[in-house]
Each structure stands twice: as C-alpha cells, then as structure tokens.
C-alpha cells in the first residue's frame, strides 16, 4: 500500500512538472547548493507542513487535501520572496506524508 501511494505521488508530481513545462519553454529542477539555500529548512521525515507554512506563509496551492502544497517566487535582492504571479519563475512543490511531516520536495526553474 505504501509503495502504491508513492507511486501516485511520484505521478502526481510529474503531472505537476509537467503543467509547468507546457507553460514555458523550459523546466528544470533546481540543484545548485547557492540557490535552494533558502530551503535548508526542509528536511524529508522531519519538516512538518505547520512549520512550512510559519516559514513560508499560506501555500498557493493545496491538492490531495493538503499532502501536496505548492508555492511561485519571484528573486528580490538576491532572496526568494513568495509571490501569487504564476508567470515568476520559481516553483516549490512539497509532498507531504500522511502523519504531515515532509515526504520530499523540489524547487523548480520555469524559464522563458
């Protein structure tokens, strides 16, 4: 059973990339060290979703009643700033185990 919901969230964060990549002319997941300093914060199996929102305000978007969030920033001053705008390049995608504690996530890079 646990390998089944996995799977659907691994399908339901594709579909979600996905979306994204159909907007714009590239996706990329955001790796360099530098760049998702903001985020050292979450920690899979130790971050909850009420320490996520203290940190990061309300998600934009909730699906799966809460296990997935999402959030858009937008780059100020060289420091992500959480923004509404779907058109900012920046989007953070959080999947969220059953008990509310951080399952996995990624930053991802919507270029034009």
């Known amino acids: 059973m646990i390998a089944i919901k996995k799977h659907v969230h691994g399908v339901v964060l594709a579909v979600l990339i ?8 590239t996706v990329e997941r955001v790796t360099d ?6 985020f050292a ?3 899979s ?21 809460g296990r997935i969030a999402t959030y858009i920033f937008k780059m100020v001053e060289g420091k992500y700033k959480a923004t ?8 953070l995608v959080l999947i969220f185990r059953g008990d509310g504690l951080l399952e996995r996530w990624s930053l991802v890079y919507k270029g034009m």
């Open 41 to 43: 914060f979450l920690q």
């Open 84 to 91: 509404a705008d779907s058109s900012a390049p920046y989007h």
């Open 45 to 65: 199996g130790v971050t909850s979703n009420m320490e996520v929102e203290a940190r990061l305000g309300r998600p934009l978007s909730v699906y799966e009643g």
């Open 33 to 38: 060290p530098s760049k998702v300093q903001d």
């Open 18 to 25: 996905g979306i994204l990549a159909a907007c714009s002319t």
